[in-house]
């Protein structure tokens, strides 16, 4: 089964000269490498545009970390989701636990990002999962309540969840695989409640949070995860590449 794998470069690349040698060794890493999956990359947003440019002859897909919710205007420092677009991107993550947490983005705010995002064309991948001092199963059954409500069956088609505990992030610790999965059932039913079984089982969820090479392939095998949603491994691209030689 085809997965998607998706690298979240965050905040880390701090110079051109880190970006220009990311981009020249993801590529050596990846030049031979044959795989099914869907291999996708969000740099920082101001890199976007160079990334899009030195992957155009590739299959790695491009993706920013955030837009905003308006196409154009006074909106200082923000990034308009069809500018992200127009530079060939295909995807926007939107929601990470770490913009909830430090831009204090709210449940609306997101929805409205993925109503925009759909609008132009890019896919949203809607990162749900609990920050540390909530309930999981609410926190997360509001998160996605918020997108069946208001989105069509077809737009279910149109865009991703991925399931990132935050306590997972960064931590070097993951939940079990039946945890994982419980969670995943849990979008999967609140799909399904909404826009019923056959858009629910279609809908594309990953999971987030600690993923390496030693346990994507149970993320991915006996957690049923559609893919995974990488930050810190995805850094090294010898990590990366590795993690996607594991789905096989
Ligand atoms: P991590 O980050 O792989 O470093 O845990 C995942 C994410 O934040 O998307």
Redo the contacts with the bound molecule.
């Keep these: 089964m085809q997965k998607l794998v998706?690298g979240?470069l965050?905040m880390n690349m701090e110079s051109v000269s880190q970006r220009d040698t990311y981009c020249k060794e993801f590529k050596e890493e990846f030049k031979d490498l044959k795989t099914d999956h869907v291999v996708a990359l969000c740099p920082p947003n101001i890199y976007l545009e160079h990334f899009c440019k030195e992957f155009t002859h590739t299959p790695v897909i491009m993706g920013a970390q955030d837009c905003f919710w308006e196409l154009y205007g006074s909106y200082t420092g923000n990034t308009s989701p069809k500018t992200i677009q127009s530079l060939g991107a295909e995807m926007v993550?939107v929601g990470?636990?770490?913009r909830r947490k430090y831009n204090h983005e709210t449940n609306e705010d997101i929805a409205q990002k993925v109503a925009i995002s759909l609008r132009v064309g890019i896919m949203p991948i809607i990162?749900v999962g609990y920050l540390d001092t909530e309930d999981e199963m609410e926190s997360v059954r509001a998160q996605v309540n918020i997108i069946v409500d208001n989105f069509t069956t077809d737009d279910m088609e149109n865009l991703v969840f991925?399931y990132?505990p935050m306590w997972?992030?960064?931590?070097?610790k993951t939940p079990t695989t039946d945890e994982i999965h419980t969670m995943i059932m849990l979008i999967r039913s609140i799909v399904s409640a909404r826009h019923g079984k056959d858009v629910a089982e279609n809908v594309a969820i990953l999971y987030?949070?600690?993923?390496?090479a030693e346990n994507v392939t149970e993320v991915c095998t006996n957690a049923y995860a559609d893919g995974?949603?990488?930050?810190?491994?995805?850094?090294s691209p010898s990590n990366f590449a590795r993690i996607v030689r594991m789905l096989g």
């Design positions: 998706v979240n965050k993550i990470h636990s770490e990162c991925a990132e997972a992030i960064g931590s070097g987030g949070g600690s993923v390496v995974v949603l990488i930050g810190r491994a995805s850094l």
